[in-house]
């Protein structure tokens, strides 16, 4: 049973980990951009450090069988099919983060300068 523990906690966490070094210099940039230098500098990093840790581990620990199957491989399968899932899920919602930040405020700017275009 601490085997089956130890592989809830380590798998996704490591599958998080990675995650964050792969992305790590794109997010960089898409942070920069959305904030510039100011006193926000420091949010974007760490909310996309937090959502890309706990994305993966929240999804395992939700959804992985609660008990061990006696089976070692079997169980990590699981949990890396279950971590897999959360990765995809993190992916997800910063894709939706960034869209709401960079490309929302874009495409409302285009409409009011079709609207005010109609007017005159």
Request: glycine residues 12%; proline residues 6%.
């Amino acid at each position: 049973m601490g085997t089956y523990v130890f592989q809830l906690i380590v798998i996704p966490l490591f599958l998080s980990l990675s995650g964050w070094l792969l992305l790590r210099s794109p997010l960089t940039q898409v942070s920069r951009a959305l904030c510039g230098s100011g006193k926000a500098d420091g949010f974007w990093p760490r909310t996309f450090l937090l959502i890309l840790l706990f994305g993966p581990l929240l999804a395992t620990l939700l959804f992985a069988p609660p008990l061990s199957s006696g089976d070692f491989w079997l169980d990590t399968r699981r949990i890396l099919q279950w971590g897999l899932v959360g990765v995809l899920g993190q992916l997800l919602v910063m894709l939706r983060v960034v869209w709401l930040l960079v490309v929302t405020p874009q495409l409302q700017k285009g409409g009011v300068a079709k609207a005010e275009g109609g007017v005159r």
